[in-house]
């Protein structure tokens, strides 16, 4: 396959994909601000690499909430996968175990928890958005806890979708069944369930409901500032997600490598940070590490990828961005995940 990068599976995809289905995967919301800025902000970072460091062996394996992984690198939640290839979550799912990468599965996704489960080996986490229909939620995780993930991701960054000019321009059809949700009212598609379905009343006093519904760890996504990181964290969050959701919510918030930082030093080791958004490159996943995240999440590049050429596109990004990041990480002389220190970075 001659795909070097990441970025070189978008245009492809674009391709592949209809017009529809593109503007979901590809847009942001307003103006797209942040969604460039996700990107761009990873380039304002200057890497210190120290040299005639013995680099003979690069090791990037780590830990996620105890479980060990391969790569600091895990697969973000991405709903509705099913749009760019036919077996959907399947194949990223097996790819990620097969590689020793944690996968995420959406509560939106095309297929059932129970059948991604069912897909080889490896640490799979589920997403949750909180219903109206409490009960349906509770349901949800009980069947997570069940099926054998391992962690509970909630999104909190969605009490209502974000204004996104590229869906609404061109505006998504509900040609695929979700897998996991159905609405309070029977309703199973992707729109009826994002504009009505997710429960907006929400707050912090909720999360010790969540954590009651099962033993899995809480891991909370979609946080931009030190003030709600510290309250995850005291409302029990074993993680959390910096995250802006891709771009896609709230625009001009800050990029996900910009708050990250910050969140970090509120956290004070009390709990793991991840960050996802605008993670393209070896050189970003090294720069993420040394300000502080523990691992970081991908998504559009391997929803590109799928659509490209299906479990062998995903493998290939895989693939590069491990290749991308044991080569940084020589050339910076860190042989280990651990070795990626602050002063790396300015």
């Not at 990441?6 to 289905?21: H, K, M, N, T």
């Not at 590689?99 to 997403?127: C, D, K, M, P």
């Not at 030093?265 to 720069?287: F, I, K």
Request: aromatic content about 6%; hydrophobic content about 50%.
């Amino acid at each position: 396959m001659d795909v070097h990068t990441l970025a070189d599976f978008e245009p492809l995809a674009q391709a592949a994909l209809s017009p529809e289905v593109y503007a979901y995967y590809a847009g942001g919301s307003w103006d797209e601000q942040t969604l460039r800025e996700n990107e761009a902000a990873f380039g304002r970072r200057v890497l210190r690499p120290r040299v005639l460091v013995d680099v003979s062996r690069v090791d990037p394996s780590t830990t996620m909430l105890g479980a060990r992984v391969a790569l600091p690198v895990g697969f973000a939640p991405a709903a509705l996968q099913g749009l760019a290839h036919p077996e959907g979550e399947i194949a990223p799912a097996r790819v990620a175990g097969r590689e020793g990468l944690v996968y995420v599965l959406s509560a939106l996704a095309s297929r059932s928890l129970e059948t991604v489960a069912s897909v080889g080996r490896g640490t799979r986490w589920f997403q949750l958005y909180v219903q109206r229909d409490r009960g349906l939620s509770a349901a949800l995780v009980a069947r997570a806890a069940e099926a054998g993930y391992a962690a509970l991701v909630l999104t909190v960054d969605l009490p209502v979708p974000g204004y996104r000019v590229r869906e609404l321009r061109r505006p998504l059809h509900d040609a695929e069944p979700l897998g996991n949700v159905v609405a309070a009212g029977g309703t199973a598609g992707y729109a009826a369930f994002v504009g009505d379905e997710i429960d907006a009343s929400l707050t912090w006093a909720d999360l010790a409901w969540i954590r009651s519904l099962s033993p899995l760890p809480l891991v909370v996504k979609g946080i931009l500032t030190p003030e709600d990181a510290r309250l995850a964290v005291e409302h029990g969050a074993a993680a959390i997600v910096v995250s802006n959701h891709g771009g896609r919510q709230l625009d001009r918030v800050a990029a996900s490598i910009d708050a990250l930082e910050p969140i970090v030093n509120a956290v004070e080791g009390r709990a793991e940070v991840y960050l996802d958004g605008g993670v393209r490159r070896g050189t970003d996943v090294v720069t993420a590490l040394a300000l502080g995240a523990r691992a970081v999440f991908i998504g559009r590049p391997y929803l590109y990828a799928l659509a490209v050429a299906g479990e062998a596109g995903v493998a290939r990004a895989v693939e590069i961005l491990r290749a991308e990041t044991t080569t940084a990480m020589a050339l910076l002389g860190c042989p280990t995940v651990a070795d990626i220190t602050r002063d790396r970075v300015a």
